[in-house]
């Protein structure tokens, strides 16, 4: 409880928030709550920016008492490099082929139709990834990408799998409910 006590407003309020939001996600998708189901990866954003401002806190504190830092150190490089790789994510998917293939899947499948209602939009942060390898063949992938797919009936998590073969557009593999 020390230790909580001494972080900052700006660190108490993301973890707390986070939490919530965090709690909250989980909470509406299960019951199924058809309002603000992106509270859950918001909330996995702000206990990362909490953790780190925990770790920086701790890195003070023990410098302060003459103690060593390394591992507080290390783990602030661990969570800024996980967040960031995560930041990069929500930044470069949506303006890729596979991400584009799925929008456009989503709007003429008529089984996702059936189970969300009309559609009124998507997730506006995207889960996954993306993959490509170039050689002296051409290019190839692979992507999973998971949207969040919002209609008058319901909200549903839907996967999407797609490859491209050597000199190929991408091609949908595979869509999970």
Known sequence: MKRLNALLLFTRTCLFIGLLLLAYGYLSQSLPIYFFWESKYIGQYLLLFGAIGFAFR?????????????????????????????LLII??????????????????????????GDIQGHSLIPEGG????????????????????????????????????????????????
């Open 91 to 116: 930044l470069i998917i949506p303006y890729s082929t596979a991400y584009e293939m799925a929008k456009r899947h989503i709007a003429t499948d008529e089984n996702i139709r059936s189970v969300v």
């Open 130 to 177: 993306i993959s490509k390898q170039s050689d002296s063949n051409g290019t190839k992938g692979d992507a999973s990408l998971a949207l969040i797919i919002k209609g008058e009936k319901a909200f549903k998590i839907v996967y999407f799998y797609a490859a491209k073969p050597y000199e190929s557009e991408w091609e949908l593999t595979k869509v999970v409910y």
């Open 58 to 86: 701790m890195i003070h504190l023990r410098k302060r008492e003459g103690k060593n830092t390394l591992w507080a150190k290390i783990g602030v490089g661990i969570l800024s490099f996980y967040l960031l790789v995560k």
